[in-house]
T-cell receptor
Framework: AQSVAQPEDQVNVAEGNPLTVKCTYSVSGNPYLFWYVQYPNRGLQFLLKYITGDNLVKGSYGFEAEFNKSQTSFHLKKPSALVSDSALYFCAVRDSDNFNKFYFGSGTKLNVKP | DGGITQSPKYLFRKEGQNVTLSCEQNLNHDAMYWYRQDPGQGLRLIYYSQIVNDFQKGDIAEGYSVSREKKESFPLTVTSAQKNPTAFYLC?????????????????FGPGTRLTVL
């Protein structure tokens, strides 16, 4: 069975500092991994995805994610956090048996303080 | 202006009522999805459709029904059989249909409908 885990309910970081939001995954085949961001009472916005190739994936708004196969992780990172980055972040994995199914983590709330 | 629209933004339901949530997309996507979001639980799949006139149950389909008569539209009905319907409902779409080659496609989400039972 496929799944993702986001071990932190909340991450606090000061503006200008680097941020990391953690995600680990479990899949039976090749992992197709995604990060989304959600602002209050809004839908999810796509940030980036890993399919194959370079382990460091660059996405929208200066975010990047590092794929680590040995640790089965796909952590979201940004070198310098902005207050406007404060939101709810979701990691997701695509089902390798049914490409139309995605499994989402429980979400991590990122708080960036000025 | 392409995208996914959901209506209404807020919906209130009385006990025993059926309500229908609208989802429309003009992205020419084959696949559409309905998710339910509860605090601290992430998103859970209710139903999905790979193609017109076909849909499959997700992980929490009980108490819900859908139809896919047009490619652009995938309405969700929350029936009176759904005992705890208060939640935020999200519709999504992607190019991926049944083809294996579409496995890398991304889902795109609508703005959501917040349903509250009175």
């Amino acid at each position: 069975a496929q799944s993702v885990a986001q071990p932190e309910d909340q991450v606090n970081v000061a503006e200008g500092n680097p941020l990391t939001v953690k995600c680990t995954y479990s899949v039976s085949g090749n992992p197709y991994l995604f990060w989304y961001v959600q602002y209050p009472n809004r839908g999810l916005q796509f940030l980036l995805k890993y399919i194959t190739g370079d382990n460091l994936v660059k996405g929208s708004y200066g975010f990047e994610a590092e794929f680590n196969k040995s640790q089965t992780s796909f952590h979201l990172k940004k070198p310098s956090a902005l207050v406007s980055d404060s939101a709810l972040y979701f990691c997701a994995v695509r089902d390798s048996d049914n490409f139309n199914k995605f499994y989402f983590g429980s979400g991590t709330k990122l708080n960036v303080k000025p | 202006d392409g995208g996914i629209t959901q209506s209404p933004k807020y919906l209130f339901r009385k006990e025993g009522q059926n309500v229908t949530l609208s989802c429309e997309q003009n992205l020419n996507h084959d696949a559409m999805y309905w998710y339910r979001q509860d605090p601290g639980q992430g998103l859970r799949l209710i139903y999905y459709s790979q193609i017109v006139n076909d849909f499959q149950k997700g992980d929490i389909a009980e108490g819900y029904s859908v139809s896919r008569e047009k490619k652009e539209s995938f309405p969700l009905t929350v029936t009176s059989a759904q005992k705890n319907p208060t939640a935020f409902y999200l519709c999504a779409s992607s190019r991926a249909g049944a083809g294996v080659g579409m496995s890398t496609d991304t889902q795109y989400f609508g703005p959501g409908t917040r349903l509250t039972v009175l």
